[in-house]
């Protein structure tokens, strides 16, 4: 297998033109990756009515699906704007017959793509300040299969997925610079059930500023602690503390904005508290691509 550190570029059409007819739909004026979620938008709609695709080519597909879409919030376009995309790339799917030319193209390229995108193993998905490095290589230990580095003053955090097999579970590892032992941690983010959407100053150029005010965020306390392997230490940490977050924090992570920040805080006794940031990203895009190593 094939090991790449290039980013992941949301302009380089792995999965090549769905067809001529669908990238110049009307309405999408917003080029670059507002035109690669269209397509892949409109290849995944097309292949839930008229299964095109091997499923592990859907999934790959979604993955990139995903990561346009994250990419089209982040050059500017509203969130609005972002579902009128879909939106439209849905009814242009629903007027295509199943046995349509252009779909059965775009068919056997996303087949043709796929089969070459199995032979990469690492991935990096940048964002605004951070990135999430991703691995779906088979390994024998638990190792970091998505992973974010975060820096809090003079302590230091990993943050992602971790296990032997893709794709992991939810784990903060941290080192602390003076051996602080945290009884606990939680993971702080926006309750999208009570916002309209994410929470995003002009001027919020630090991650601390992309989370709403307290009564619109909700917490998800971590499940375990235990002192931290030697594999998922930060570099040159001897030692630190493991926590796990529970599966649904996964799900939660996932439905937010790419431009958004999550936190994590690392609680000790006498009410104090640490607290490292965590930007959100391609996180969606990146579970996907190391998922796809079970498969």
């Known amino acids: 297998m094939r090991d790449t550190r290039d980013k992941a570029r949301p302009a380089s059409r792995w999965l090549g033109l769905v067809g001529a007819a669908l990238v110049a ?42 990561q346009a879409r994250g990419a089209a919030l982040r050059e500017g376009l509203s969130e609005r704007a972002v579902k009128s995309v879909e939106a439209r790339a849905r009814a242009e799917a629903r007027r295509l017959a199943c046995d349509a030319p252009e779909l ?49 003053g003079r302590d230091r ?22 051996g602080a032992r945290p009884y606990g941690a939680r993971l702080v983010l926006r309750d999208t059930g009570r916002t309209l959407g994410p929470h995003l100053p002009d001027s919020a150029k630090a991650l601390s500023a992309r989370l709403p005010p307290e009564p619109r965020r909700r917490a998800y306390l971590a499940e375990a602690r235990s002192p931290a392997g030697a594999d998922l230490l930060p570099r040159d940490a001897r030692s630190g503390w493991a926590f796990r977050f529970p ?49």
């Open 157 to 178: 955090m990993i943050f992602g997925l971790a296990g032997k097999d893709a794709p992991g579970a939810l784990m903060a590892v941290a080192a602390f610079h003076d």
């Open 25 to 66: 739909a009307p309405g999408v004026a917003h080029a670059g990756a507002a035109d690669l979620y269209f397509e892949r938008t409109v290849l995944l709609a097309a292949d839930e009515r008229c299964d095109l695709l091997a499923p592990e080519a859907g999934a790959a597909l979604a993955a990139g699906a995903a």
């Open 104 to 152: 059965a193209r775009a068919a056997r390229r996303a087949a043709d793509a796929y089969r070459g995108f199995t032979h990469i193993v690492r991935m990096t998905y940048p964002g605004d300040q951070a990135v999430w490095r991703a691995d779906r290589a088979v390994a024998r230990n638990i190792r970091w299969r998505l992973a974010q580095d975060a820096a809090f």
């Open 247 to 295: 599966a649904e924090a996964v799900s939660a992570l996932e439905g937010l904005d790419p431009r958004e920040a999550v936190a994590v805080q690392f609680l000790f006794t006498g009410d104090r508290v640490r607290t490292a940031y965590v930007e959100v990203g391609d996180f969606a895009a990146a579970r996907a691509f190391v998922q796809m190593a079970g498969r």
